[in-house]
């Protein structure tokens, strides 16, 4: 399968499953586009009427162009045959039941009220709960004791607020040091806050424990304001700004994420990331709010419309910061074409409710912090492990090829058939697809190649001797 779309000036042929990417003038654009229903001759004529009165494309050029576009074809760079279905079902099998990295919820309670959270303010349509010390510990020995072969293990201090329940993250992350090395494990710690309890200690600690540390902010203050306020309804930007600063300086810049999330009252959203790159932040993320259709603050058609016109600006705009030796990172546009990810990943997805699972502070298991509260989807739990056998299944059987709907995506080894969370409650079905999320994916996908695209070209020309 080959996707071809124009993008900033570039002529973008995407060749689906080898992931080669062809930046190409108009006439090979052209030739590519009929290549696979016309015969070659038909091709030529075709081309020969299109380009009438061009002196630069000749019969003897077009004929050229197909012999390239054959080469590549030969080369499997072009239109190259999809050999991954067969095998999609059984990556997943070959893993097992092992588990590396578990979203752990220290805290089923929050600080802020914001009015779109998914986890119904941290409580996650449950009771309000702090993890103790012992279910924490008992989640962490059933990670190593869950990881086989593995080294390393991921583990993510998550909320509600995680912060509300400082004492024990500070104990967990003690114990786990103090057993790692005996037990050939080597444990990777992230933090998420909305920044509220954000202190001096917890900089330090941060700082010394956590591998990434992800910051909730929403951009201009306006913005983040009407939904991110405390339960007086107050905002609280003039709160967390400065906290946030005085963190990611300490931390020199690096290892952490300012993560925000963009509604119906704000689908311009690049006009918060550019506000959030000028308070000095450089590594950025903005989600689409996920919510029920009839919510205030879901997108519309009419703004997903803008938001993919948003991603357009955000990429051209980051490629002109690169070149003025003052790039901005955005999570979306993170891409690896050469190292990266491999295929297992590009399969098999996420490796929610099989490899990662989320925690709740009684220690039931769940696929993941978006499951969490819904008891159809309980797994297990920490002492008995994982006791829902048929459910894992499920998730086992979640890749790039379950999804009907995805089978003539172009996009399907990128999004891996899209996340299982937003797929359930948009359809009812983890084999769903939820089809706002798959638009802007694919927006970003064509945003991220084109930004290497540009990149490409530039070394080329910086590459050329002078004439």
């Known amino acids: 399968m080959v996707h071809q779309y124009q993008l900033n000036g570039y002529n973008i042929v995407l060749d689906t499953c080898s992931g080669s990417v062809h930046a190409v003038d108009e006439v090979a654009y052209d030739v590519i586009a009929l290549y696979e229903k016309h015969k070659p001759e038909e091709i030529v004529a075709l081309l020969l009427e299109k380009y009438r009165g061009r002196e630069d494309v000749t019969e003897a050029d077009l004929w050229d162009c197909l012999g390239d576009v054959e080469e590549l074809v030969k080369d499997g760079k072009l239109f190259t045959p999809d050999t991954y279905a067969g095998m999609a079902g059984t ?3 070959r893993s097992g039941d092992v588990v590396k990295a578990l979203c752990l919820h220290v805290a089923h309670t929050c600080n802020l009220n914001c009015s779109y959270c998914f986890a119904s303010q941290g409580k996650y349509h449950g009771e309000r709960a702090l993890m103790s010390f012992e ?6 020995d059933f990670l190593m004791d869950h990881s086989g072969h593995r080294t390393n293990l991921e583990v993510d201090f998550f909320g509600g607020e995680p912060l509300m329940n400082f004492d024990v993250v500070k104990r967990l992350v003690a114990y786990a040091r103090s057993v790692e090395k005996q037990q050939g494990k080597n444990f990777r710690f992230t933090l998420t806050t909305n920044g509220m309890l954000i202190d001096d200690e917890v900089i330090d600690f941060a700082n010394r424990e956590m591998s990434n540390v992800v910051l909730s902010l929403d951009g201009r203050r306006e913005i983040h304001d009407r939904t991110r306020v405390d339960y007086a309804g107050h905002g609280s930007y003039d709160r967390i700004v400065p906290k946030f600063q005085k963190l990611v300086a300490a931390r020199g810049g690096k290892n952490y994420y300012m993560r925000g999330t963009f509604t119906h009252a704000n689908p311009d959203f690049t006009k918060d990331v550019f506000h959030m790159a000028d308070l000095g932040f ?3 993320s903005m989600e689409p709010v996920v919510c029920a259709p009839d919510d205030p603050a879901a997108l519309t058609p009419e703004d997903l419309e803008v938001v993919k016109e948003q991603y357009e600006i955000l990429a051209k705009d980051m ?4 070149k003025e030796g003052k790039p901005i990172t955005f999570y979306h546009y993170m891409l690896d074409l050469e190292g990266g990810p491999c295929v297992y990943k590009r399969i098999s997805g996420c490796g929610s409710g099989t490899e990662y699972m989320a925690v709740t502070p009684w220690g039931d298991l769940y696929p993941c912090h978006q499951f969490v509260g819904e008891e159809a989807y309980k797994l297990g739990d920490v002492f008995h492990g994982v006791t829902n056998t048929a459910l894992r299944e499920q998730f086992r059987a979640c890749n790039a090829y379950a999804r009907p709907e995805c089978a003539d995506c172009w ?4 999004c891996s058939g899209g996340c299982a969370a937003n797929a ?3 359809t009812g079905s983890i084999l769903g697809i939820y089809k706002p999320g798959c638009e ?3 927006k970003r996908i064509e945003c991220a190649i084109m930004m290497k695209v540009a990149e490409a070209m530039e070394a080329d020309e910086e590459g050329q001797p002078e004439a």
Do not use: M, P
């Open 319 to 322: 490629i002109r910061r690169r």
């Open 91 to 93: 990556f997943k099998e």
């Open 282 to 284: 450089t590594e950025l």
């Open 411 to 414: 996009a399907r080894l990128y």
């Open 440 to 442: 802007l994916f694919c």
């Open 424 to 426: 359930y409650h948009a």
């Open 135 to 140: 279910v924490g510990k008992q989640a962490l």
